[in-house]
């Protein structure tokens, strides 16, 4: 168990108390669920509350309410299920056909969710088709037979779980803790309406898990990367002890994804997967940018691999190198002057009201240097983009390696991820990134380039973490350029990429166009040097020969 991340299991028995909430009401044993076997409250039968005051009520304004709701319900329960139900099954299949004894624990888990939706699926059949469309003067039996129903359907769902292998032996924990625990919180849980009691077990629930599987390891860390560099394993740690947040970023997630899924999906019905695909490009590169840096940074690496993607998909992401959203110039400002330790205007003589460019993981300034008079760039970091960023990536390190034993995928999911991780977070460092430009700046003098291609020079007293600056470059975009020696300055590129690879070790990781400048002068400046990889020596050699 101890491989499973607490957000899954609180997940799971979330669902569970939902379906099940005979847990807070039924006073005979044999209907009793794990909860009140526990002691966390006193059985008040709420059901019969339920029963007492819909019976209450005028028949026919339940009957045309209540048929309003189950269908709107039974719908999106159907919309929302269906897939998460042919993935579990997916799961099943494969961690079975493994047959080892940590992929069958995730086969139970998967069995055991896929247990608690198939029964809410019979449940919300049940009510529909039992109450649409049916005489008032039989909605009483009605009301009765369904929570009857639920009533059932909770018990049945309670024992699946007590004696799944992987489950029961938690659940059993969780008993004995709660039973220890009922003298302190058994009054005031039973004090909540039953629907706010229902989740603040799956709260308490969730605590006490934490608390099981926690036993014997450290303190959680303190933020998801306590050395400022990409560790998937303290992001875990991290995390674990914030499921909520985990849960509603893969919530928020899927719900922005899911129109973006439908229309591929209709588009391959409809035999028009060619013909749409530039519309599905520009929505692709949307959908991106809503979702944030993490994957607008993921979008914009995938801009420039023709080799994986179709045309129109590679033209759609274009937009994100340099068509990002911007965040206020207030803020900015509050983080140059927290980074700085000086007010705006005492460290520059103009500085611009809006972003001159915005990218995935901060955006740019232009301004004039107080004390010199130098036209600079200055790059404020996004706020909180790290955490963003750990988030992210947590979630998908998470997810990835179910994804490829789920599909069958010929790659390495957890290490593409990793790769990505290490990358973003050491973009992060803005002092590393000034480094790198100097660096190569320096490098390049040695070369038959030099006095061709530069980075911008690094204004070091203005420069920290989260605040770079540099002299101000005058330029276009190498790929939108019409000067005809832009063949010539591309051929420089290559040339500076073949050298930084065989001869200087340090090679720039994010050759987008929106990085390639041409200068007035027919100069090429190279930008954004946050990305960058160390080529060992060796195999400078072998890629030499």
């Known amino acids: 168990m101890a491989r499973y991340t607490n957000a899954a299991i609180a997940a799971a028995l ?46 026919g304004a339940i009957s045309s309410q209540t048929a309003s709701t189950v269908s709107t319900v039974e719908s999106a329960a159907s919309s929302i299920f269906a897939p998460i139900q042919g993935a579990l099954q997916k799961i099943i299949e494969t961690e079975h056909a493994l047959n080892n004894m940590e992929h069958t624990a995730l086969s139970n888990a998967a069995k055991s969710l896929l247990s608690v939706l198939n029964s809410f699926d019979a449940f919300t059949a049940n009510i529909s088709a039992t109450i649409l469309s049916v005489p008032a003067s039989k909605l009483e039996n009605i009301i009765s037979t369904s929570i009857d129903a639920a ?47 229902i989740l603040a077990s799956a709260g308490i629930t969730y605590g006490i898990i934490s608390t099981v599987l926690s036993i014997g390891e450290g303190p959680p860390p303190s933020s998801p990367y306590p050395l400022g560099r990409y560790d998937p394993s303290s992001a875990r740690a991290y995390f674990d002890k914030r499921p909520v947040d985990v849960i509603g970023r893969g919530v928020e997630i899927a719900s922005l994804s899911t129109m973006f899924g439908l229309g ?28 944030g840096p993490t994957f607008i940074k993921i979008g914009q690496s995938l801009s420039i691999r023709t080799d994986l993607l179709s045309p ?23 983080i140059i002057e927290e980074e700085l330790g000086q007010p705006v205007d005492s460290i520059f003589s103009k500085f611009s009201a809006q972003p001159v460019a915005a990218a995935s993981l901060g955006q740019v300034f232009k301004g004039t240097l107080r004390s010199d008079g130098r036209e600079v760039a200055i790059k404020v970091q996004r706020p ?74 690094i204004i070091e007293e203005c420069t920290t973490g989260k605040i770079l600056t540099t002299e101000w470059v005058n330029g276009e975009r190498l790929d939108k350029s019409s000067n005809e020696d832009v063949t010539i300055l591309c051929s420089i590129a290559m040339n500076t990429y073949l050298t930084m690879m065989l001869e200087t070790g340090v090679l720039h990781c994010d050759p987008h166009p929106g990085n390639l400048l041409r200068t007035p002068e027919g100069t090429l400046c190279i930008l954004d040097w946050g990305m960058v990889t160390k080529i060992d020596q060796d195999l400078q050699v072998t890629l030499s020969k």
């Open 14 to 59: 979330s669902l569970w108390y939902i379906n099940n909430a005979s847990a807070w009401t039924s006073s005979t044993a044999n209907r009793r669920s794990t909860v009140l076997r526990a002691g966390l409250g006193p059985a008040s039968n709420v059901y019969s509350s339920l029963e007492a005051s819909l019976l209450s009520k005028p028949i």
């Open 151 to 197: 009533k059932t359907y909770a018990t049945n769902i309670d024992a699946a779980l007590l004696n799944d292998p992987s489950l029961g032996p938690v659940l059993n924990s969780i008993q004995q803790k709660a039973m220890l625990l009922s003298p302190v919180i058994g009054k005031e849980l039973a004090s909540l309406p039953p629907s706010v009691g």
């Open 264 to 291: 591929l999906l209709k588009d391959h019905m409809d035999g028009k997967w060619e013909e749409n695909q530039d519309k599905r490009g520009l929505e692709l590169a949307q959908l991106l940018t809503r979702l």
């Open 312 to 334: 129109s998909y590679v033209r759609g992401l274009t937009s994100l190198q340099d068509q990002v959203p911007a965040f206020s110039t207030d803020v900015a400002r509050q």
């Open 384 to 457: 909180n983009i790290m955490n963003q960023i750990a988030l992210d990536m947590h979630f998908l390190r998470e997810i990835a390696p179910i994804a490829k034993r789920t599909f069958n995928l010929n790659s390495d999911t957890a290490g593409t991820v990793d790769a990505w991780g290490l990358g973003f977070v050491d973009e992060l460092d803005y002092i590393a990134e000034a480094e790198n430009a100097e660096s190569f700046t320096e490098s390049i003098q040695n070369t038959p380039l030099k006095g061709v291609v530069f980075a911008p020079a």
